[in-house]
């Protein structure tokens, strides 16, 4: 008397998500249903690639691998081996979905050598990758901005209002399919207060014909300066001055 034990069976279902397509970086969930004696080894084929799954003791499976790099992914079942070592090679449909790769976002900004200046205009560009529509975040000193757009360009226009050092940064960028978390470094715009000019004389009281009048120009700021100056409607311009007052 002997027994004959029917051949082990293993089917493959991908679980969430369950898209076609996944991002870079996310977990394939996968279901293995099986017939037969525990325990299983399962042999899959991963894009030309075999894994041996062992010591299954349940007959339905669940495990997942993380996806990271983009590709087609195709897997399936190449064969099953049961508790009582019977081997089955499985004739299973292909698992197919893609791994697609997380969008970007690089900022920019057209950031004169010295900064800005106090209610100067700065432009700030975020160039994306991804499939549209995109969704950024733009952070400030702690204050995010969504900025929302359907191509590939964003271009933000800001008057500097106040004067300082100000950090930004992209803290997140989706698009219609993944997210990717701090896509770019640090930006630190740096704005400075305007200049100032005071002119007075130094020799005090009434001048006569031929006298020298002497005046001086306190100044704030960074040298070098350039001051001009209007004396009863004749322009006069001085540059390069480096130490203020300026006499």
Do not use: H
Not at 163 to 170: I, K
Not at 226 to 231: C, F, N, P
């Amino acid at each position: 008397i002997f027994t004959v034990n029917a051949l082990p069976t293993a089917s493959l279902q991908k679980l969430i998500p369950s898209a076609n397509i996944i991002c870079v970086g996310d977990l394939a969930n996968y279901c293995l249903n099986l017939t037969g004696t525990s325990p299983w080894a399962v042999t899959l084929d991963s894009n030309g690639v075999p894994r041996v799954i062992s010591g299954v003791n349940a007959p339905v499976f669940d495990f997942s691998r993380l996806m990271g790099q983009p590709s087609l992914v195709n897997i399936f079942v190449t064969e099953v081996i049961d508790g009582n070592g019977c081997v089955n090679v499985v004739d299973q449909p292909v698992v197919q979905f893609r791994v697609k790769e997380l969008p970007t976002a690089a900022l920019s900004l057209d950031q004169p050598v010295v900064g800005y200046c106090l209610f100067d205009t700065a432009r700030f560009s975020i160039n994306l990758t991804g499939l549209s529509p995109w969704a950024v975040t733009l952070d400030s000193s702690g204050v995010g901005t969504v900025l929302n757009s359907a191509g590939s360009l964003i271009q933000v226009n800001k008057v500097w209002t106040s004067t300082g050092t100000f950090p930004f940064r992209l803290t997140q960028v989706v698009d219609s399919l993944c997210t990717r978390l701090n896509p770019d470094t640090i930006r630190t715009v740096i704005v400075n207060p305007l200049p100032t000019a005071v002119l007075s004389r130094v020799n005090t009281g009434n001048l006569c014909e031929r006298d020298t009048g002497i005046f001086q120009v306190a100044l704030t700021g960074t040298a070098p300066w350039t001051v001009r100056i209007d004396s009863m409607g004749v322009p006069l311009t001085f540059s390069g001055i480096t130490a203020t007052p300026f006499v």
